[in-house]
């Protein structure tokens, strides 16, 4: 089958899947990648997420984390809803999490896409990941046509705009390869001027990882720092801000993942009850979901960070 064929294969059976973008891009050493990465290590911008320290030549080469490594197909999955929390001052959760954990839902849809490319073509070799490995997602996702990088860090498409996760599928045959888009932020600050906690740099592009309110209140797991106080704009877990306030999130449109509804109970649930949240009602409340990541104590911790100086 030519390279072409199989590739437009794999794109129409990746948008079955519910993928809503997908491209691909020539695997290889990433060099100004690479030099990118090392200054943002080097500038201690990682704060006390050390596993970014780790396998350096795995991130930045998908040929050594897969050896026989041709080819990088980036995939999207959109995640955006426009449900919210009714009670406006109780602590807020990222969109993201709302509903079952991404890596499971996506995980079975890339096992899916793959199986699909094995039928195609029969002898191939291949890896799957969402955010599971040490790959530089967003870097494949720029470099296979999937959008821009935006000043707040995250990937940018013009028709999508920026509430999808990625994954890739890495494999051993050549494909037909996808070209980079151009930046579209302009002169926009939008971002930057929004972000409570200043994580953005100035200048933009780069996030001091340190400062973002989804590392304090996912990645940290000592106290969050004093400094952050009344700046966290509500949030126990993770944080929407940068995004929220982006232009071209404006042609994002609702999923269609039915596992990614929230529970009822998440939207109703007003700020004194958050702040008696019970272990009990932690577990059956997030079973499966992405917020088990930061535990019941740090939760707990989040919230309280916030302040409990609301009544019933």
């Not at 709302?98 to 073509?121: A, C, M, N, P, W």
């Not at 291949?126 to 995250?154: N, Q, Y």
Request: hydrophobic share 35%; net charge neutral; with cysteine.
């Amino acid at each position: 089958m030519p390279n072409s064929v199989l590739t437009k294969a794999i794109k129409d059976q990746a948008k079955t899947l519910g993928f809503i973008l997908c491209g691909v891009s020539r695997a290889g050493f990433m060099e100004d990648e690479a030099r990118k990465l090392e200054a943002w290590l080097t500038s201690d911008y990682q704060g006390k997420m050390a596993y970014m320290e780790n396998h350096f030549d795995l991130r930045v080469d998908p040929t050594k984390l897969h050896p026989g490594c041709k080819s990088v197909i980036s995939l999207a999955y959109n995640y955006y809803t426009e449900k919210k929390q009714e009670d406006s001052s109780a602590p807020k959760i990222s969109r993201y999490a709302y509903g079952r954990d991404y890596h499971k839902v996506i995980r079975k849809k890339l096992k899916s896409l793959f199986s699909f490319i094995q039928t195609k073509v029969g002898n191939v070799d291949g890896r799957v990941f969402v955010d599971s490995a040490p790959i530089l997602e967003r870097d494949w996702a720029r470099r296979s046509g999937l959008g821009w990088v935006g000043k707040h860090s995250l990937l940018l498409n013009p028709k999508k705009g920026s509430y999808f996760f990625l994954a890739e599928i890495l494999l051993d045959i050549e494909l037909t390869y996808d070209d980079p888009i151009r930046d579209h932020c302009g002169t926009c600050t939008k971002c930057i001027d929004a972000c409570p906690t200043d994580a953005i740099l100035p200048s933009g592009y780069i996030v001091d990882a340190s400062r973002c309110i989804s590392y304090l209140t996912i990645e940290l797991k000592e106290q969050i720092p004093d400094e952050f106080k009344g700046k966290m704009e509500n949030y126990m877990f993770g944080c929407d801000i940068c995004q929220a306030v982006c232009p071209w999130n404006r042609f994002s449109v609702p999923h269609m993942e039915e596992q990614f509804e929230p529970k009822p109970q998440l939207l109703t649930m007003k700020k004194y009850e958050w702040q008696d949240i019970t272990q009990e009602l932690f577990d059956n409340l997030f079973e499966g979901s992405a917020v088990k990541r930061a535990k019941f104590k740090g939760l707990q911790r989040n919230i309280s960070f916030l302040g409990d100086n609301v009544t019933p």
